[in-house]
């Protein structure tokens, strides 16, 4: 059973830096593409950032020059660092693993961009 563990989440103030962190276990990892999405209030959920199995990395307009994504496939995680935050980074965040036909996720953090 695959489970997706965030952590990382919490309050920062305008133009600090928070770092999410997901862990993934229940299978390997090396094949999937890995992202972070989020969701705000009254909005859908949208793709951050995501990370192939070959390394290359996409990012929403929004955050770019801002967040980086990494991986460690040794450790099956994905890491989302986020820097220069807004108030309108406020959202839950989700890890996402996914390749053809299959797609998990995990429960979300709350990052809060507020002073």
């Known amino acids: 059973q695959v489970q997706l563990v965030e952590s990382g989440g919490g309050l920062v103030q305008p133009g600090g830096s928070l770092r999410l962190s997901c862990a993934a276990a229940g299978g390997i990892f090396i094949s999937y593409t890995m992202a972070w999405y989020r969701q705000a209030p009254g909005k859908q959920r949208e793709l951050v950032a995501a990370?192939?199995?070959?390394?290359?990395?996409n990012y929403a307009g929004s955050v770019k020059g801002r967040f980086t994504i990494s991986r460690d496939n040794a450790k099956n995680t994905v890491l989302l660092q986020m820097n220069s935050l807004k108030p309108e980074d406020t959202a839950v965040y989700y890890c996402?693993?996914?390749?053809?036909?299959?797609?998990?996720w995990g429960q979300g953090t709350q990052v809060t961009v507020s002073s």
């Open positions: 990370i192939s199995s070959s390394g290359s990395t």
């Open positions: 996402n693993v996914q390749r053809v036909g299959e797609s998990y």
